[in-house]
């Protein structure tokens, strides 16, 4: 059996206290989570529950840049990320920020691409190919020359993407990748998403909120709250309860919502989470009351 590619065991992580005095809270408090090589599993949880706080001790920048105190074990490809340098995970692990404008900040989309690559002094040509490659693989080839500042949201996150594999990582962390854009715009960086896993088989950890696109692309959900992770399944088991998730503030599938009314109403079973699987158990479910009135 292979080890999962993400292991994190126990950690805790308190910010440095803001008086010397003072004790800082722990704001991860015991979070175990494995990710296996492939696997597209997603986060949500209420704001405040250190989900990018998560993100971040996964790429090293907590506790290394951060400081504070840490407990417990974050290794991402067998790298402990508490002492690795941030350089160096970097081709192992990429991670893409909520809003594309802090990451953006070059002339060009090619220069933005090409940027990590030239600090770690890979050879021109092998940058050259890897901005085609990586470009390709977000569908921005077509925006090599343009400035950042002049592409819509969707565009802006896509080239973010294509930075981060430009170093080509064996891991994308993406931390709320599409919340500061409209609907074209989250439906592209999806696709994106979505492509990168199915095509490259690239293992994705995505903390997003929006319950549709989840139930679509996860193999599993873990639901975050006051720096633990509470419960982690696929999408059906995670959103078949969702009492506790409204109570966390998480929003469920519209569709998983008529399952439940239905359920309550009719005293059916319905577990659908995705459009298409409530289509066909609604169908069925029809046919077979119309078979049973006759003709
Ligand atoms: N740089 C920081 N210094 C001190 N506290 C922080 C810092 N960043 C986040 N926090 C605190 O850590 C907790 C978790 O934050 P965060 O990881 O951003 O949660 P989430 O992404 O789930 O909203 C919050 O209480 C937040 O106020
Ligand atoms: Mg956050």
């Given amino acids: 059996m292979t080890s999962p590619i993400i292991e994190v065991r126990d950690l805790g992580y308190a910010y440095p206290a803001m008086e010397p005095h003072e004790e800082a809270p722990w704001v991860l408090d015991g979070v175990d989570l494995e990710v296996e090589r492939g696997e597209f599993l997603s986060v949500m949880g209420p704001t405040g529950a250190g989900k990018t706080t998560l993100c971040l001790a996964l790429v090293g920048i907590v506790p290394q840049s951060t400081g504070g105190f840490i407990r417990g074990e974050v290794r991402v490809s067998g790298l402990d990320t508490k002492t690795e340098p941030v350089s160096s995970l ?17 002339m060009n989309v090619e220069a933005e691409i090409a940027f990590g690559l030239e600090s770690k002094g890979v050879a021109p040509e092998e940058i050259a190919e ?15 020359g343009r400035s950042p500042f002049e592409l819509s949201g ?7 993407i294509a930075a981060m594999l430009a170093m080509t990582p064996e891991v994308l962390v993406l931390d709320e990748p599409t919340t500061s854009l409209d609907p074209r715009g ?15 088989g690239m293992t994705i950890m995505m903390v997003e909120q929006d319950a549709e696109c989840i139930a679509e692309f996860s193999d599993r959900v873990a639901l975050l709250a006051e720096g633990s992770v509470r419960r982690v399944g696929p999408p059906p088991e995670i959103f078949s309860r969702p009492g506790e998730l409204v109570e966390m503030g998480v929003r469920v599938p519209q569709v998983t919502e008529v399952a439940m009314a239905l359920n309550r109403r009719h005293g059916s079973a319905h577990r659908f989470v995705r459009l298409e699987e409530a289509v066909r158990s609604l169908a069925r479910e029809l046919e077979a009351s119309q078979a049973a009135a006759g003709p």
């Fill in 90 to 106: 970097a081709g192992r692990v990429g991670l893409v920020f909520q809003d594309p404008e802090t990451q953006l900040f070059n």
């Fill in 130 to 144: 890897r901005i085609e490659w990586a470009a390709r693989s977000v569908g921005v080839e077509s925006l090599l």
């Fill in 154 to 160: 969707g565009q802006k996150q896509r080239v973010a």
């Fill in 186 to 200: 989250r439906q592209e960086v999806f696709a994106t998403v979505r492509d990168l896993r199915r095509q490259r």
